[in-house]
């Protein structure tokens, strides 16, 4: 049986009246691949931040990384890796600056800094740009640098908020690349994304409309039972439902 | 109450849109409103921060002082030392510590720190006062502390003076004792005296140079600059805009500050109430005018605030003369001091207020508040950008 | 008073670059750019971050000076009439650019005063896009949806009439279904004869424009319909599918028949060298012919000019 990463049972979050996110239950396998799509306000950004032990749950279950959402968010936070697009790297930092100073976050030992980060300067081809500000490098190469800095712990989960938003688009392939890779050394990929060609890469996708998780299943089961093309005709047809627009 | 009345300003402003054709520049106006209205900590701040600094500065951080403790060495000890001891020590200044006849002795004392000023009674007080008309008296202080210090050395001046009064009611005494200044206007040596003013400058300085600073590079750092330009409005409208509602904002923290000093500190207000609002309005403007300079000059709130804070406030603080007197400045520092606004209009609320001066007393002092306004004005309208970077 | 000129409507960039100092490097931002848009038609500018569209929009909506060409809009010199000039164009910058602390209807009627306007004068112009917002008119507008924003910021750009709007990534990290409906709504602005130039970086709406030219590294790579612009794809293009698409991508990649492979969705597109390259497939692998869009080509483009 493959572990599970993250189990969720009709996890809820309201505020005031309004529910943000409202009663969502999936698992998600350790090495998967998962993507967590859904309209502007549907409740995803919500959903994530309670995964990340960064809001607290006003109903429901949630294990992330088999930890408790309640009550052990602190060890949440040590086994998970985090990026979005909005937020990723000092850009006053150098490359190298910016890794010791994430790496050491984590605790990571120094010894174990200095070698990883060879290794992972290789794997990029960033050697030359090791002592350059993240600020001065284009922004493909800073988001797989920033990709590369949130599993650079070995993260049991790394979750991605809209991690390719604007990037071009041999970049935007080179970054799944990376996500490929840290899947197959069994890091569990979480990822949200507007580019609806990116939700075909996924193992399996889920799809919230205004708080709820109106389908979840392999992008090709997904369009046989929609009888849809594509993932983003799949989208469109769940999402025009969408009754609320936050 | 003073929401009520803004919000009566602000009506009047919308009913003005209708009958103008400046609906433009009025709107804008009414957004700027809308922005302060709907910011209610910083309102609360902007419109509170002047009560809480009277009352800070009027109370706690007064530099009178209480009770100081002090050591006399007598080497009289006849009936008048006595009773010039008893006299200070019954004034809510002083205390007595120690009383010696050794001038030696004094040096542990202030050295140990009990003590921070020794009167000195020379063995032949009483005869000297009573044959030649003339005794002499030494004070020495702890100057380490030199504000401390010279406002102690001034009260027990005036003790020792009011005791001679006291003691030949028809004489008068043309000698030994040196009276500062300061206290003609301020016989009682109250702080309050000096920090009004300071504070008015302050709280006018903070409200209008900070807070328009920011409110300009908010536009900035949002984009919605890169909008407000592309639109057919012109820049000195979007300059003048910004500036009325605190000019408005100011004139009630202006009240808040003279009611309160008024009535709570029982500071006269001796001059000309319209005169004193005048050069308010005035020193407004000035402040207002740095504010959009500085706002022209940074493109983010954080160094806006920065540089208000460090450029602006901390030298008002400093060379405004309000905490430190300008006159024991060195040289080259009076001179750093002419270029603070503060400094002038410190001056003018000072002559106005509790002198009671007129406009002839502060012509001069209005006339550099003017220059600068000019200057500040015209570079911020020059220096203000009609297109990014 | 409008000043005569030879110039015609719409928008023509004669050779324009515009370079920054960042750090004492020299970064050409737009690299001698030169096109035209006729009046009443749909532009996109399509390009990833950092291509150098925000820079070209800003000196297309006067806010920013030309290094060195010239720019002609609605007939009217970007530098030296551009008082003129901002009188008549609609500009929605990238980044939200609205009053957060004012609602939906304060922040129209602010930017219909600040165009000398009136809502009610234009309402026609923006009936279509306000009727969807209108329920939340005394929302403010800090607490709309990215989809919501959008259309509040389209009206506040369209209050005044431009006559040319310039829309500078309006659909970024907005979802699939606002993306949808805001193009939508640009069909139909253009029939109201508003000429309309708009950057995105998704590849896939270039077909919704009439012309589109595709930038990167400050250069324009191609510039045609999108019809047209694919046909400068001149190699064989093929879909390339089977059960464990990874390993299938590594192999390919190998394969000196291949020119190009990357992951396409389901598929992965596969360039080959020539009409005759073999290709070494594995047994449970299918491949067809395809038409390349215009992803596959600035795929393609990008390399060319690696």
Redo the contacts between chains.
Sequence with gaps: MNKTAIIVENLSKQFGHFKAVDQISFEVAQGEIFGFLGANGAGKTTAMKMLCGLSMPTSGKANVARFDVYTENESIKKSIGYMSQKFSLYEDLTVKENIKFYAGIYGISPKQIIQKTELLLRQLSLEKEANVLVGQLPLGWKQKLAFSVAIFHDPQIVFLDEPTGGVDPITRREFWNLIYEAAEKGITVFVTTHYMDEAEYCNRVSIMVDGKIEALDTPSNLKSNFNAASMDEVFIQLARKAKRSE | MQLQWMKYLFNWLVKQKEANNM??F???IV?EF??IF??RKTLFILLGMPMVQIIIFGFALTNEVKNARFAIVNQSSDEISTKLIQQIDASRYFELYAETKDPQSIEALFKKGSVKIALVIPPDFETSLANQNKGSLQIIADASDPNVATTLTNYLSVIVQNFREDLYPNQAIPYTIKVDTRMMYNPQLKGAYNFVPGVMAMVLLLVCTMMTALTVVREKE???M????????NPIKIILAKAVPYLLLSIINITTILLLSYYVLEVPINGSLILLYAESILFILVSLGLGLLISAATDSQQSAMFISLIVMFLPTVMFSGFIFPIENMPLPLQVVSNIIPAKWFFIIVKSVMIKGGGILLVWKETLVLIIMMTLFFGLAIKKFK???? | MEKLSSKPAGVIIEGVSKS?TVNKEKLVAVNNISFEVPAGTLFGLIGPDGAGKTTLF?ML?????PDSGNIWVDGLNAVAD??AL??K?G?M??????????TIQ?NI???A????TSFDKNYDLIKEIYEQIAPFKDRRAGQLSGGMKQKLALC??LI?RPSILFLDEPTTGVDAVSRKEFWEILQRLKTDGITILVSTPYMDEASLCDRVALIQNGKIMQIDTPQHIVDHFDKPLYAVKSPKMLPLLKMLENDAAVLDIYPFGEVHHMVLKSKDSKVNLPEDATMQVIKPNIEDLFIYLMRNHE
Excluded: M, W
């Design positions: 609906k433009q009025y709107q804008f957004k809308y922005h709907r910011d949002l984009g919605n890169e909008i407000l330009l592309v639109s057919p409005i009609i297109r990014l970077a | 920054y800003r909506t006067t806010l920013l000076l551009y008082k901002r009188k164009i500009y910058p990238g980044k939200f650019s609205l009053y957060t602390d004012l304060e009627h602010f930017f005063s600040l165009f000398e506040c750009a005044h």
